[in-house]
């Protein structure tokens, strides 16, 4: 079993950062893809940003290249959502997940493919205002 927590959602003006973090804990071996999606009301799931944890792979959706970086400290088992240049469509909740099993390369941990996003943390509510 992999647990997520994630914690750094807030409320900023337009422009501003936030920093997500994403701690994995529990049987973290058993997975080497972390990505971050988001949920606002009324919309769909939307990936935002997956990492290869083994191959410190990042991948990006378009709507995001450019502000914001994934990244991971494997000491503290913690993946990284640093947002920056934030607008009011932004606001969503954030959920990090991870993959259940290994994904046999870092470049198909990324939205382009299927991948079995089968752990999920809680969220974290982030909301930028104009």
């Known amino acids: 079993q992999v647990r997520l927590v994630e914690s750094g959602g807030g409320s900023v003006q337009a422009g501003g950062s936030l920093r997500l973090s994403c701690v994995v804990s529990?049987?973290?071996?058993?997975?080497?893809?972390v990505g971050w999606f988001r949920q606002a009301p009324g919309k769909e799931r939307e990936g935002v940003a997956a990492?290869?944890?083994?191959?410190?792979?990042?991948n990006y959706a378009d709507s995001v290249k450019g502000r914001f970086t994934i990244s991971q400290d494997n000491a503290k088992n913690t993946v990284y959502l640093q947002m920056d240049t934030l607008a009011p469509e932004d606001t969503a909740m954030y959920y990090c997940a991870a993959a259940a099993g290994l994904i046999n390369s870092g470049d198909y941990c990324s939205f382009s493919f299927f991948v079995p996003f089968g752990y999920w943390g809680q969220g974290t509510q982030v909301t930028i205002s104009s």
């Open positions: 529990g049987y973290t071996s058993a997975t080497n893809c």
């Open positions: 990492i290869s944890t083994d191959e410190n792979n990042a």
